[in-house]
């Protein structure tokens, strides 16, 4: 009986550090996909901050991963951006762009 209690216990803490993982994983894509939408609006961290009505601390300590958004702050660096916050959840932009500069490095290649 031990033994099984152990290894419920055990388990139990496995499946936790999985999903702690996946969470850090996905916080760090959007906040990575964050910072890419504001360097491509060719913004500074200071005038994103500004745009958005926050301190340039907090801009940087989102973008770093030392704070986590809520979503109303969310929302303000979206509206900053003038981009839709899904941007920020997914990655086909990204991937578009990339085969994109594929395709023209190709033809300015080959023509």
């Not at 209690?5 to 550090?17: A, E, L």
């Not at 906040?31 to 491509?40: I, N, P, T, V």
């Not at 009505?53 to 979206?78: A, D, F, H, M, W």
């Given at each position: 009986?031990?033994?099984?209690?152990?290894?419920?216990?055990?388990?139990?803490?496995?499946?936790?550090?999985?999903?702690?993982?996946?969470?850090?994983?996905?916080?760090?894509?959007?906040?990575?996909?964050?910072?890419?939408?504001?360097?491509?609006?060719?913004?500074?961290?200071?005038?994103?901050?500004?745009?958005?009505?926050?301190?340039?601390?907090?801009?940087?300590?989102?973008?770093?991963g030392r704070?986590?958004?809520?979503?109303?702050?969310?929302?303000?660096?979206?509206?900053?951006?003038?981009?839709?916050?899904?941007?920020?959840?997914?990655?086909?932009?990204?991937?578009?762009?990339?085969?994109?500069?594929?395709?023209?490095?190709?033809?300015?290649?080959?023509?």
């Amino acid at each position: 009986m031990f033994f099984h209690v152990v290894c419920q216990c055990y388990f139990v803490h496995i499946i936790k550090i999985m999903v702690e993982k996946e969470y850090q994983e996905q916080l760090d894509f959007v906040l990575g996909r964050l910072k890419e939408e504001r360097q491509k609006a060719n913004m500074s961290q200071m005038e994103l901050s500004f745009a958005a009505g926050l301190s340039q601390n907090q801009v940087n300590c989102i973008e770093s991963g030392r704070n986590i958004p809520n979503l109303y702050t969310l929302i303000k660096l979206c509206a900053a951006l003038n981009i839709r916050p899904e941007i920020l959840f997914s990655s086909a932009n990204n991937e578009r762009e990339k085969i994109r500069n594929e395709i023209i490095s190709l033809v300015k290649k080959y023509v």
